[in-house]
């Protein structure tokens, strides 16, 4: 069954880097989402994409954020000077088509900010 | 706004037990439910969902759930605990435009343990 897929599962980065998260989403799928978990937090929305552009985002998606589906296939997430507060679990998801509703989920990059 | 709420973040049962999971939600257009499973180190997995038709819905692994529309609830429920149904459960709202820029706004979650 297709699945969509993150990587890396694990990254730890100093305050100030950049990092990139990346995600495969399922190989037919239109529009895009990541979510974040703080732990011990709710599941926040941050983003959605479709037709390669922001469709919408959140207060937490601020100018350090960005998004991209590069090749077609990728869709990144960009962190670029990550604070202490960046540290959470980053989930992707993917949708088929105009008209369903289910989410479909990676597995997650854990992101710890030292 | 639309907001979900759990009541209870941790729910312990004996296995063969019944399992209630409680999600209350808030939404100003009909909402669209959703209950997702967190196994340990594990993605999140749809177990079942609600956006129109018959009210009760079943999900995989035995588990299934009731829009309450009177009382904006959408309980999870399963007859019997079994071992490997500990993990974490989330309810979801979907919100959004006619299409598909529907973000999900999440309860808290329970943390389901079940003894042996």
């Known amino acids: 069954e297709p699945e969509v897929t993150q990587t890396p599962s694990h990254q730890v980065t100093q305050m100030g880097q950049e990092v990139i998260l990346r995600c495969v989403p399922i190989s037919n799928h239109l529009y895009f989402y990541w979510y974040r978990q703080i732990l011990g937090q709710k599941v926040e929305f941050l983003v959605s994409?479709?037709?390669?552009?922001?469709?919408?985002k959140s207060e937490i998606f601020d100018d350090q954020f960005s998004v991209e589906r590069p090749d077609g296939s990728n869709f990144t997430l960009k962190i670029r000077s990550t604070k202490l507060e960046d540290s959470a679990m980053y989930f992707c998801a993917s949708i088929g088509a105009r008209g369903q509703e289910t989410q479909y989920f990676g597995p997650g990059t854990r992101l710890l900010v030292l | 706004a639309q907001s979900v709420t759990q009541l209870g973040s941790h729910v312990s049962v004996s296995e063969g037990a019944l399992v209630l999971l409680r999600c209350n939600y808030s939404s100003s257009v009909p909402p669209y439910l959703f209950w997702y499973v967190q196994y340990p180190n594990q993605g999140l997995q749809l177990l079942l969902k609600?956006?129109?038709?018959a009210t009760l819905v079943k999900g995989i692994n035995g588990f299934e759930a009731e829009f309450k529309k009177s009382e904006t609830s959408f309980h999870l429920t399963k007859p019997s605990a079994h071992m490997s149904d500990a993990a974490e459960y989330f309810c979801a709202v979907s919100v959004g435009n006619a299409g598909n820029n529907r973000k999900l706004i999440w309860g808290l979650g329970t943390s389901l343990a079940v003894n042996p």
């Open positions: 994409f479709y037709n390669n552009e922001i469709s919408e």
């Open positions: 609600y956006t129109t038709g």
